[in-house]
């Protein structure tokens, strides 16, 4: 059992009186997908930018790819891609000169023409950085993230501002990374984005982790089922933990008085019905 | 790759972007050379005043160079995110720094031998009487300018500022220097700030260096560069921002 990518046990950082992140503990596996979900201001970004080694840790252990990720050693960096929430490029290069320059600096770079074709550039490659869109300039990024071939690739909300099909592209990058056996963490407050890329959730409100697990059966309440129906015109509701008691309840009853049940429908909460119900507190407080 | 290889590499970037720049290839190495020929032209055309111009120009050329334009670039650079792109990468903070500072150097050298080249064959002034003393004056005057420059970028808020910040030292620095006119001819109170700033000593290292004879000293000026060099590392180097 190869030892996780990611440990994070009890992390905090506080900035003066503020505490952004309070007590923050998760692993990821290598090859795992791992999502971070929340609201702006939730700690996702501080978390991620003290894995990334640009913020030092007030406390907690944390270990990536087995290194002190505050130790910033270059053996590490060489085998991490960082995709930040907002960063520049030199206007006045191209694509492909911009990916072959930080080539450079990796030991075993992939290919740039390969790079390039990966994140859909293609046609782009020979187009100064700053005559790219909002779209390209992301797929850049994801680019010059990938060139060193790294084994684990921190994207912090990657596709924010895009457009859903520029978001299906760049979910099909990070399906493809999956694919290639790299381990991704991924930022985001779009919930369907987590939803569709991530192996496994953590959704993180006011510096904590309140909720963590795969996400289709995430959080309190994930093990309610709703049932409904049409009764007379108007839908009944009821939630129960063991729906098939209710349903052959239901069923019988309804058989009994001849009556159909019209509409019945078993749902489980969505992902948004669980980040809802857990992040609405917060205005509660 | 090793990290000098890396600095290379750099290196080579950086002068690719640079000519890919039209107005900043104009602000290095254009504009001071427009400045020489007009003023020349205009106000300088005596011997003993040409050799007043030569080493100031120069100086000014490796003030322009050097501190206006790291300032410049790293606020642009730090606001931008490239900085902190970098700093996500395995580039050696030291490599890419020497790669972007070597860039500039070779312009603060290209620009001063220009200046001289340009003051022999079209204004007759002799070529350098002391070549080994320009060297050492150009090359500390780049090393301080360097590292005043990038220190000052750490005071410039952003790249809306950069210009606004750099022309405030770089134009006042410029008249009490005695880039354009001797700057014993000064009031007092001005010549006094000029003694403490490095531009005036630099400009008189590279004039007794060119043309010799002008009575400064060599050793004062050279300390004088050397300590605001040593403090501009110090503050470089403490204060640096990569975002």
């Known amino acids: 059992m190869p030892s996780p990518a990611i440990e994070v046990h009890d992390l905090r950082k506080d900035y003066g009186a503020v505490e952004a992140v309070r007590g923050v503990s998760f692993e990821v596996a ?22 990334e080694g640009y913020r030092s840790r007030s406390a907690g252990d944390v270990r990536v790819l087995g290194h002190d990720p505050a130790e910033r050693d270059r053996e590490l960096q060489q085998r991490v891609g960082i995709v930040l929430q907002s960063c520049g490029f030199y206007p006045r290069v191209t694509v492909r000169e ?5 080539s450079k600096a990796y030991e075993h770079p992939r290919d740039t023409g390969e790079t390039i074709e990966l994140v859909g550039l293609r046609e782009k490659a020979d187009a100064r950085t700053k005559d790219l869109s909002g779209g390209q300039r992301r797929r850049l990024d994801l680019a010059l993230a990938l060139v060193g071939d790294p084994e684990l690739v921190f994207l912090d909300e990657p ?15 990070v399906r ?5 056996g790299k381990t991704v963490v991924l930022t985001t407050h779009y919930l369907e984005e987590a939803q569709a890329l991530a192996d496994r959730v953590a959704i993180v409100k006011e510096g904590r982790i309140v909720a963590e697990g795969p996400p289709d059966q995430l959080g309190p309440g994930s093990s309610r089922y709703r049932v409904s129906y049409l009764s007379q015109g108007s839908r009944v509701e009821h939630q129960t933990d063991d729906p098939t008691e209710l349903l052959h309840r239901l ?27 857990l992040t609405a507190e917060v205005d509660a407080v | 790759m090793s990290p000098v290889a890396l600095a290379w590499e750099q290196f080579r970037f950086e002068r690719k972007l640079f000519w890919r720049n039209p107005s900043a290839a104009f602000f290095n190495f254009l504009l001071p050379l427009l400045l020489l020929v007009l003023i020349a032209t205009a106000f300088a055309s005596e011997p003993d005043e040409l ?18 334009a790291l300032a410049f670039n790293l606020t642009l650079l730090r606001d931008e995110g490239v900085l902190k792109r970098i700093r996500g990468t395995p580039i050696p903070a030291g490599a890419y720094l020497a790669g972007f500072i070597g860039s500039a150097t070779l312009n603060a050298l290209l620009q001063v031998a220009i200046v001289v080249a340009i003051g022999n064959l079209v204004y007759g002034v002799d070529w350098p009487h002391d070549p080994l003393l320009l060297a050492g004056f150009t090359l500390l005057g780049v090393v301080c300018f360097a590292a005043l420059g990038v220190a000052f970028s750490h005071l410039i808020p952003n790249e809306d500022a950069a210009p606004a910040y750099t022309n405030a030292v770089f134009l006042p620095l410029i008249f009490i220097s005695g880039v354009f006119y001797s700057a014993d001819d000064l009031p007092e109170a001005l010549k006094a700030i000029a003694e403490a700033l490095p531009l005036k000593h630099l400009i008189d290292g590279l004039s007794e260096a060119i043309v010799g004879g002008g009575g400064a000293d060599v050793g004062t000026a050279a300390a004088v560069v050397a300590v605001w060099a040593a403090a501009g590392l110090f503050l470089a180097v403490r204060f640096f921002r990569w975002e």
């Open chain 2, 51 to 68: 050799e007043v111009l030569i080493p100031g120009v120069a100086g000014m050329g490796v003030l322009a160079t050097t501190f206006t």
């Open chain 1, 159 to 173: 596709t924010t501002g895009f457009d859903p099909a520029a978001r299906r592209t760049a979910w099909g990058v």
């Open chain 1, 98 to 102: 911009a990916v072959e320059h930080f």
């Open chain 1, 30 to 51: 290598r090859g795992e997908v791992f999502g971070i979900l929340g609201p702006n201001g939730a700690g996702k970004t501080t978390t991620v930018e003290i894995l």
């Open chain 1, 251 to 277: 069923t019988r009853d309804a058989i009994a008085l001849g009556e159909r049940l019209d509409g019945l429908e078993v749902t489980r909460p969505t992902l948004e019905d669980v980040y809802l119900e």
């Open chain 1, 176 to 180: 493809s990374m999956k694919e290639l």
